[in-house]
């Protein structure tokens, strides 16, 4: 499995934004964030390929995901956000592109430990 390592989160005001970084240990085909709030399932974010990308409903127009392929590194960038976009975000990771339509946790295979992002209103 690849090792990830998430950065980046951290405390914004509503409107702000933020950019989450995760560096992997190797090259992988799917990778994709997730978050999780306190109480609630693990959803979907964003998922990228190299052949394209897809987001939740509740994030697109507002957040943006995109990969350095020579440096391993994953991004997400997150404009406007919102106090329902508090999370723990988590990096994933699968050699598999079947993630990228679903976005769905099952698909994925690796993950990181997470980084906190905390919007307040």
């Known amino acids: 499995q690849v090792q990830l390592v998430e950065s980046g989160g951290g405390s914004v005001q509503a409107g702000g934004s933020l950019k989450l970084s995760c560096t992997a240990s190797?090259?992988?085909?799917?990778m994709g964030w997730f978050r999780q709030a306190p109480g609630k399932r693990r959803e979907g974010v964003a998922a990228?390929?190299?052949?394209?990308?897809n987001y939740a409903t509740s994030v697109k127009g507002r957040f943006t995901i995109s990969r350095d392929y020579a440096k391993n590194t994953l991004y997400l960038q997150m404009n406007s956000l919102k106090p329902e976009d508090t999370a723990m975000y988590y990096c994933?990771?699968?050699?598999?592109?079947?993630?990228?339509?679903?976005?769905?946790?099952?698909?994925?295979?690796?993950w990181g430990q997470g980084t906190q992002v905390t919007v307040s209103s």
């Open positions: 994933a990771a699968d050699i598999v592109d079947g993630g990228l339509e679903s976005l769905a946790a099952g698909d994925f295979g690796s």
């Open positions: 190797s090259y992988t085909s799917l």
């Open positions: 990228i390929t190299y052949d394209g990308t």
